[in-house]
Each structure stands twice: as structure tokens, then as C-alpha cells.
């Protein structure tokens, strides 16, 4: 069962405008969510985090919100650039539970067109 | 380079036959990660090593399947009597000791070894 879905494998957008990528997971036990950002023939890259006491987190043009209740996350890039064409997965995992695994969606490929 | 470093970058081999792959990490990261990765899906986790102890394993991990990190450096990761369904990107992932951030924030991944089996 995919405890982490990421329902759309590919989002379009033009230079400058909002991405917004999404993430959905069925775990209550999971109380720390990742973002990834992969290139082809490259491993994937840290991006940004947020725990689940916190609903947002932010660093420079990335954004993450969590909805606990929903069960839900998204990703914000704004303004997007070239350069963020990408696979981004959405990642979480249980640290309170005292596991190292992270569980990943299935990614999303973002393409930002100039 | 100072990144994760992972041998080789692409092995085809024949079903029935035995592979090893090697991966360093970062040499300061007592944490190193085995992640598996098929087309179209996420990495899933295979296992975790602290220092050279195997402290998690996943129940993708068979008994075809061994890993190890003889001391507490690099690490290796074997697949005996490969089967076509064992082809995938296996990617390694290393992370500093904890007190040094949630370890999870800071795995770094290596660019993977390509298997394909024939």
C-alpha cells in the first residue's frame, strides 16, 4: 500500500510563476515530511522539511505547508525558474517511532518552461 | 568530491549470477543507507547501518540479499542468484552522527549503481 502518494507524475508551468506540488499520506504515525528534488542520472537532493508541530516552513523561494488533519502537504516554488525542472518527491517518516526509514511518493516532474 | 561516492555506476548481468556494489560516504557519517528505485516509483529503503552495526532492515531485504559495513566506513551491498526483477537504481545515502541535526534532513545520496538483469 503507498502510505505517501503523489497523484499527479508531472506538473507544466511557465518561468516566474507559482509551482505548487502535493503530497497525501495515510500514516498517523508519521511526524516529519521531506522534500527531494532529483536529476536525471543524479541522486536525489534535500530540499526542505517541516515537523509536524509546525503548518509551514520556508526557505528563500520554497514553501512547505502541512495540513495534519488532511492528512496533506504541498510544496510552493515561487517564482519558479528553468532550473527547478525536476522530479520532486515528497518524502516522511516516523522518527518518534524510532525508525530511519523514509518513505517516498512516487514523485512528481516538474517542467518550468522559460 | 567529498559526496557519496558509488561503484560501479552501471553493472548488466546475467540472471543466476551474483552481484556486489560498493558505496562510500561521506567520511564523517557514522549513518549510511541502502534505498532501492524502480521505474516510475520512489526510492524505497532496503536498510540503515550505525557505525558497522545493521540496525533496520526492510522486508524488500530477502535472504538473496546481503549487506554489510565492515568497519563502520564504506559499505557493500550483494544480490545473490539475480533475477530480472531485482533490476533497479540502488542508491546509497550517508548522514552525520545525531546532534548534528535530524538525521533524516541531512541524508546525502550517492548518483547510484544502474543493475539490469538479463
Known amino acids: 500500500d503507498q502510505q505517501v502518494k503523489q497523484n499527479s507524475p508531472s506538473l507544466s508551468v511557465q518561468e516566474g510563476r507559482i509551482s505548487i506540488l502535493n503530497c497525501d499520506y495515510t500514516n498517523s504515525m508519521f511526524d516529519y515530511f521531506l522534500w527531494y528534488k532529483k536529476y536525471p542520472a543524479e541522486g536525489p537532493t534535500f530540499l526542505i522539511s517541516i515537523s509536524s508541530i509546525k503548518d509551514k516552513n520556508e526557505d528563500g523561494r520554497f514553501t512547505v505547508f502541512l495540513n495534519k488533519s488532511a492528512k496533506h502537504l504541498s510544496l510552493h516554488i515561487v517564482p519558479s525558474q528553468p532550473g527547478d525542472s525536476a522530479v520532486y518527491f515528497c518524502?516522511?517518516?516516523?522518527?518518534?517511532?524510532?525508525?530511519?526509514?523514509?518513505?517516498f511518493g512516487k514523485g512528481t516532474k516538474l517542467t518550468v518552461n522559460p | 568530491d567529498t559526496g557519496v561516492s558509488q561503484n560501479p555506476r552501471h553493472k548488466i548481468t546475467k540472471r543466476g549470477q551474483n552481484v556486489t556494489f560498493r558505496c562510500d560516504p561521506i567520511s564523517e557519517h557514522n549513518r549510511l543507507y541502502w534505498y532501492r528505485q524502480t521505474l516510475g516509483q520512489g526510492p524505497e529503503f532496503l536498510t540503515y547501518f550505525q557505525n558497522e552495526a545493521q540496525l533496520e532492515k526492510s522486508r524488500l531485504l530477502s535472504d538473496r540479499f546481503s549487506a554489510e559495513r565492515p568497519k563502520g566506513s564504506f559499505s557493500t551491498l550483494e544480490i545473490q542468484r539475480t533475477e530480472q526483477g531485482d533490476s533497479a537504481m540502488y542508491l546509497c545515502?550517508?548522514?552525520?552522527?545525531?546532534?548534528?541535526?535530524?538525521?533524516?534532513?541531512?541524508?546525502?545520496f550517492g548518483s547510484g549503481t544502474q543493475l539490469s538483469v538479463l
Open positions: 518524502a516522511a517518516s516516523a522518527l518518534q517511532g524510532g525508525s530511519e526509514k523514509l518513505v
Open positions: 545515502a550517508s548522514s552525520p552522527p545525531v546532534g548534528q541535526g535530524l538525521t533524516n534532513e541531512k541524508l546525502f
